[in-house]
């Protein structure tokens, strides 16, 4: 039970930082234009699964961060190219949730 007391700390700690605050409000617009334009079962199950893709690896880059400055937190060109490689994962996932959101929504309006 104490894993999940942990785990909850972690989420809400998530929160507090402004790039997990930008997907979260991100995911709300996607939510909003999916109830617009009506999805249905498997689209929702796209967009779910996208979005939480997006935001845990937001965290996990925010965790790598955190983590980076702490062991250095004067500028260090190693621990640079961790933050760079970590953001780049975010924003390779970012890409591929934006591109299966596009075929959702093509397939939807076009369908």
């Not at 930082?17 to 009506?38: D, E, K, P, T, Y």
Request: charged letters at 15%.
């Amino acid at each position: 039970m104490n894993r999940f007391k942990v785990a909850f700390r972690g989420l809400f700690l998530a929160l507090g930082h402004r790039s997990v605050l930008v997907q979260i409000i991100l995911a709300v617009l996607v939510i909003a234009g999916g109830f617009i334009l009506n999805l249905d079962y498997f689209e929702w199950l796209i967009f779910t699964i996208c979005i939480g893709m997006v935001i845990s690896a937001e965290m996990i880059n925010t965790a790598i961060e955190m983590m980076c400055d702490y062991i250095q937190p004067k500028y260090d060109e190693k621990i640079g190219r961790i933050k760079d490689l970590a953001a780049g994962a975010v924003l390779f996932v970012c890409l591929v949730a934006f591109v299966a959101g596009l075929i959702v929504l093509i397939h939807k309006i076009g369908g």
